[in-house]
């Protein structure tokens, strides 16, 4: 049964960074990054491959955020730069594979990121 759940969430100013994680009890699962904003619907941020070989990102994070995974700490990480006040939302970390969240099957429960000054 494949479980997630993020962390690291919290208050950052513009042009700020934070990095987000997600543990994972299996490490064969491809994972993305999700986002909800207030009033908005759910999107994709990004995805990794089970191996950390292949990601890709939403074109409004591409060059600011990095995602990556340590198998050995069943960690998968969200490393997010020069963070405005769109980005803020709830992220979620899910098991699935695309920038589409309907493609994702089983999800953590999020964690809030604000950036605001």
């Known amino acids: 049964q494949l479980q997630l759940v993020e962390s690291g969430g919290g208050l950052v100013q513009p042009g700020g960074s934070l990095t987000l994680s997600c543990t994972v009890n299996?490490?064969?699962?491809?994972i993305g990054w999700l986002r909800q904003a207030p009033g908005k619907e759910r999107e994709g941020v990004s995805c990794?491959?089970?191996?950390?070989?292949?990601?890709d990102y939403a074109d409004s994070v591409k060059g600011r955020f990095t995602i990556s995974r340590d198998n050995v700490k069943n960690t998968v990480y969200l490393q997010m730069n020069s963070l405005k006040p769109e980005d803020t939302a709830v992220y979620y970390c899910?098991?699935?594979?695309?920038?589409?969240?309907?493609?994702?099957?089983?999800w953590g429960q999020g964690t809030q990121v604000t950036v605001s000054s």
């Open positions: 990794i491959s089970s191996d950390g070989s292949f990601t």
């Open positions: 899910a098991e699935g594979w695309g920038l589409l969240p309907q493609m994702y099957e089983t």
């Open positions: 299996l490490d064969y699962y491809s």
